[in-house]
Each structure stands twice: as structure tokens, then as C-alpha cells.
């Protein structure tokens, strides 16, 4: 087994007026929604979509400042997959299929010949496209999503979670240790189970499939399979507290990772995304965090993430209600989520103010991303403190806020 990579949290929190949206490093929040969401897709870097519950579909031209929506189902939506720039799917409860042929414009439902819940869809073509859900469900279409037919891949009847293909490399995953791989495009499929301290009774959930390497992640725990060379390998992949929940393996090298912490007062979840850029080697906090008061994450959400990324590093994350995206562009202004109204920072012309209702402020430090100090006060002992920024040049700045029962904030805000 290879060693633990152990990961270092930092606590973000803040709360943005004046026109500024949430920040927390690079992950910026987007939009929350009225109906959880269950996945997001993106075509390229400025359409992106998510579905969710109560039929959610809504659709993005522009990174996410403007939408529409659509509601053709009242079933839950579990999945979005797009064969090509017009032609996309979406699958959800009860054999729900819908079916578009002009970019999202409209929606159409089609025949799946099953009442299961069809939890994910992937292909290769428009001659081999593939959906998969509970009790052992297989659905391929040979033609363009017009008719599906039933694929025997099992006696036993799993409920599989994802399905995903490299080129003619594939996998469908679930519980019951269920892993099957196909190297011929699906024509057949083989159970894998010579893997390291496999049990048969995990529950895999989580997929990603890279040039070279495959990685799933077993449900609420903090272990993901990586298969390289056909060797199965298991791995902790964080230590300490909080449970991995997504992933999104974008190459060989470069991977996210969200962790979530759940408070057990409100039962909210808040959310922290690492990367690594050396195949895990070593992680950054790239988004959110916590610290000893989970109540002041940096990120909310729920105990499970889904992430789309076009390219190596512009993406976005739903969880919960809420969507994500990064890097910190900063032109959206968004309806900050409850989380983010316990610190806030209010920036009027040339004075930010800073708050906190329900604690004492001790210090506050501020610094510049190239770690210049440009404002310190210790022994403030009051609620709020207002701060001259007359002479900070423009750019980002990081207010670091020491609050009286010792609890240390770092909050990012541009001086515009």
C-alpha cells in the first residue's frame, strides 16, 4: 500500500457587498439554486449545464452569469452527456431519457424501456452510447439515442453509479464491489476484482478515466482505487477529519479533490478543494476549508461534490444547491449563500469595513499576494473595525482575522 498523503487545511470565510462576489482562493461562487444538484457539465469553458431534483435543467451561455431554465420532468435528473455540440442526453429516476438535437434549446423525452433509476450515461459515438442504474441496469444505444436495448453484464444486480469511456476503455462502477471493465468498446465486460484489500462490499461511486490511469473512489470513505498497468491500487488519499466527497482526475497529473466537514448542529456540510499538479505527490488548498469552528467554512455544500472541467484548470462544482466555479474571474454578482453572512466585509469608496455580529474582533492583519503587510491592528476587542485603503494600490489583498476565542479567518477581497 502506498503511504498517506496528509493534507493541511486552511479556514476561508467572508462576506462580499459593494458588487463583490464570494471568493475563497481560486473557487468563486456562482449561483445557488432552488433544487438540489446532482451533476454539471461543461462544453468547452463558457457553456456549462447542471441538472438536479424536480427536473432540474439549467443551461449557462456564459460561464454562468446568465441562465435558463427548463423543467420537462418532474423525475430526478442524475446525469447530462453530450455526444457532440447539438446531440446530449440526460438520464434520471424512473428511466428517465431526454434527448436534445439543438444544444440544450429544448429537451425532448425518449423511450428507455426501463422504470429503473439510471444514475449515469457516457459513449463513444453515436453508435455506442451507454447508460447505467440501479439493480444491474445496462442501456446501450445504437442509434443516436432513438431506441435502447438491455445489456447483461452481471448475475448479480448492483446498483451501478457511473460508467465512463477512454477511447475503446471503459468502466461501470457501483456497489456490492461492483468494477467492469471492457477493452473493446463495450462489446464485453469484465469484473475486476484482483485489487488491493478488496472486500466485495464496496461501494464505488466516483470515476475518472485518464490517459493512463482509472480512479474511483469508494463511498463515504476517504480511499480511491487507481488502476495503472492494470495493477490495482488502494490509497488514503487525505488523514485526519472531514470525508472525501468528489473527485475530478482531469490528467495523469493533475487531479481535485473535495473534502467535506459536516457540523453537527444544522447538519450543513462545508466544503474544502485541494489539487496536485504531480500525480499526488503534493496537494494545495486550492478553494474553501475549515478550521476548528466548522460553522465558518469557507465553502458550503453537502456531503457529496460532482466537478466538469474544460481543460486543466477552468472547472466548476456543485454541491448542495450551490455551484462553483474556477479560477476567481470576479464578474459575477451573485446572492451570497447564508454561510457567508457570519464575517463580512464591506468595501464604500476608500474604507473596507469589517464585522463580525456575534464575536469580538482581536486583530486583523492584512497583506498583499506578494506578502507585503499593508495594515495591522492587534488588541481591537469590538465587533467591527473600519480601515482607510485610501492607499492600497488595486489588486487582491488577504485580511487575516484573529477573532477573540482565538479563531483565525482569512478572507481574500480585491480593492478595486
Same mark, same amino acid.
Request: proline residues 1%; hydrophobic residues 35%.
Given at each position: 500500500?502506498?503511504?498517506?498523503?496528509?493534507?493541511?487545511?486552511?479556514?476561508?470565510? $467572508?462576506?462580499? &457587498?459593494?458588487?463583490?462576489?464570494?471568493? %475563497?482562493?481560486?473557487?468563486?461562487?456562482?449561483?445557488?439554486?432552488?433544487?438540489?444538484?446532482?451533476?454539471?457539465?461543461?462544453?468547452?469553458?463558457?457553456?456549462?449545464?447542471?441538472?438536479?431534483?424536480?427536473?432540474?435543467?439549467?443551461? !449557462?451561455?456564459?460561464?454562468?452569469?446568465?441562465?435558463?431554465?427548463?423543467?420537462?420532468?418532474?423525475?430526478?435528473?442524475?446525469?447530462?452527456?453530450?455526444?457532440?455540440?447539438?446531440?446530449?442526453?440526460?438520464?434520471?429516476?424512473?428511466?428517465?431519457?431526454?434527448?436534445?438535437?439543438?444544444?440544450?434549446?429544448?429537451?425532448?423525452?425518449?423511450? %428507455?424501456?426501463?422504470?429503473?433509476?439510471?444514475?449515469?450515461?457516457?459513449?463513444?459515438?453515436?453508435?455506442?452510447?451507454?447508460?447505467?442504474?440501479?439493480?444491474?441496469?445496462?442501456?446501450?444505444?445504437?442509434?443516436?439515442?432513438?431506441?435502447?436495448?438491455?445489456? !447483461?453484464?452481471?448475475?448479480?444486480?448492483?446498483?451501478?453509479?457511473?460508467?465512463?469511456?477512454?477511447?475503446?476503455? $471503459?468502466?461501470?462502477?457501483?456497489?456490492?464491489?461492483?468494477?467492469? &471493465?471492457?477493452?473493446?468498446?463495450?462489446?464485453?465486460?469484465? &469484473?475486476?476484482?484482483?485489487?488491493?484489500?478488496?472486500?466485495?462490499? *464496496?461501494?464505488?461511486?466516483?470515476?475518472?478515466?485518464?490517459?493512463?490511469?482509472?480512479?474511483?473512489?469508494? %463511498?463515504?470513505?476517504?480511499?480511491?482505487?487507481?488502476?495503472?498497468? !492494470?495493477?490495482?491500487?488502494?490509497?488514503?488519499?487525505?488523514?485526519?477529519?472531514?470525508?472525501?466527497?468528489?473527485?475530478?482526475?482531469?490528467?495523469?497529473?493533475?487531479?481535485?479533490?473535495?473534502?467535506?466537514? +459536516?457540523?453537527?448542529?444544522?447538519?450543513?456540510?462545508?466544503?474544502?478543494?485541494?489539487?496536485?499538479?504531480?500525480?499526488?505527490?503534493?496537494?494545495?488548498?486550492?478553494?474553501?476549508?475549515?478550521? *476548528?469552528?466548522? &460553522? @465558518?467554512?469557507?465553502? *458550503?455544500?453537502?456531503?457529496?461534490?460532482?466537478?466538469?472541467?474544460?481543460?486543466?484548470?477552468?472547472? @466548476?462544482?456543485?454541491?448542495?444547491?450551490?455551484? @462553483?466555479?474556477?479560477?476567481? +474571474?470576479?464578474?459575477?454578482?451573485?446572492?451570497?449563500?447564508?454561510?457567508?453572512?457570519?464575517?463580512?466585509?464591506?468595501?464604500?469608496?476608500?474604507?473596507?469595513?469589517?464585522?463580525?455580529?456575534?464575536?469580538?474582533?482581536?486583530?486583523?492583519?492584512?497583506?498583499?499576494?506578494?506578502?507585503?503587510?499593508?495594515?495591522?491592528?492587534?488588541?481591537?476587542?469590538?465587533?467591527?473595525?473600519?480601515?482607510?485603503?485610501?492607499?492600497?494600490?488595486?489588486?487582491?489583498?488577504? %485580511?487575516?482575522?484573529?477573532?477573540?476565542?482565538?479563531?483565525?479567518?482569512? +478572507?481574500?477581497?480585491?480593492?478595486?
Amino acid at each position: 500500500m502506498k503511504p498517506k498523503l496528509t493534507l493541511f487545511l486552511l479556514l476561508l470565510a $467572508g462576506c462580499f &457587498q459593494n458588487g463583490h462576489a464570494y471568493q %475563497s482562493i481560486n473557487w468563486e461562487f456562482v449561483n445557488s439554486f432552488s433544487d438540489y444538484l446532482t451533476n454539471v457539465y461543461t462544453q468547452g469553458t463558457d457553456t456549462v449545464y447542471v441538472v438536479g431534483q424536480n427536473g432540474l435543467i439549467a443551461q !449557462s451561455p456564459n460561464r454562468g452569469k446568465n441562465w435558463n431554465y427548463q423543467h420537462i420532468t418532474a423525475n430526478t435528473l442524475n446525469d447530462i452527456y453530450f455526444i457532440s455540440n447539438n446531440v446530449g442526453f440526460i438520464v434520471g429516476s424512473n428511466g428517465t431519457i431526454l434527448k436534445t438535437t439543438n444544444a440544450g434549446a429544448s429537451w425532448i423525452p425518449v423511450i %428507455s424501456g426501463t422504470t429503473q433509476k439510471l444514475n449515469a450515461i457516457a459513449g463513444t459515438g453515436i453508435d455506442n452510447i451507454w447508460a447505467v442504474g440501479d439493480n444491474g441496469v445496462v442501456i446501450k444505444s445504437n442509434d443516436i439515442g432513438q431506441s435502447w436495448n438491455t445489456v !447483461s453484464i452481471t448475475n448479480q444486480t448492483p446498483n451501478f453509479s457511473n460508467i465512463g469511456f477512454k477511447n475503446d476503455k $471503459g468502466y461501470i462502477v457501483g456497489n456490492i464491489g461492483s468494477i467492469y &471493465q471492457t477493452l473493446d468498446n463495450g462489446d464485453s465486460w469484465v &469484473q475486476q476484482i484482483n485489487i488491493e484489500e478488496y472486500t466485495g462490499q *464496496e461501494e464505488f461511486c466516483c470515476l475518472s478515466i485518464t490517459e493512463n490511469k482509472v480512479f474511483l473512489r469508494s %463511498s463515504f470513505s476517504n480511499f480511491i482505487y487507481v488502476n495503472a498497468n !492494470s495493477i490495482w491500487e488502494k490509497n488514503n488519499i487525505i488523514d485526519g477529519n472531514g470525508t472525501a466527497s468528489g473527485f475530478c482526475f482531469i490528467t495523469d497529473s493533475i487531479w481535485y479533490y473535495t473534502i467535506s466537514f +459536516v457540523t453537527t448542529g444544522d447538519n450543513n456540510a462545508y466544503l474544502s478543494v485541494f489539487k496536485t499538479m504531480d500525480g499526488g505527490n503534493s496537494w494545495t488548498l486550492d478553494g474553501g476549508g475549515k478550521g *476548528e469552528y466548522i &460553522q @465558518y467554512g469557507g465553502m *458550503e455544500g453537502d456531503g457529496t461534490s460532482n466537478l466538469a472541467f474544460a481543460g486543466s484548470s477552468f472547472g @466548476y462544482l456543485v454541491s448542495g444547491n450551490y455551484l @462553483y466555479r474556477t479560477p476567481y +474571474v470576479g464578474d459575477i454578482i451573485a446572492d451570497i449563500p447564508r454561510l457567508y453572512q457570519d464575517v463580512c466585509l464591506i468595501q464604500t469608496g476608500s474604507s473596507l469595513d469589517i464585522n463580525y455580529t456575534f464575536k469580538t474582533i482581536s486583530n486583523v492583519k492584512i497583506t498583499s499576494t506578494s506578502g507585503q503587510t499593508v495594515f495591522q491592528q492587534n488588541e481591537i476587542n469590538k465587533n467591527e473595525i473600519s480601515i482607510n485603503t485610501s492607499t492600497f494600490t488595486k489588486g487582491i489583498y488577504i %485580511s487575516q482575522i484573529t477573532l477573540k476565542d482565538n479563531t483565525q479567518i482569512s +478572507v481574500k477581497w480585491i480593492k478595486r
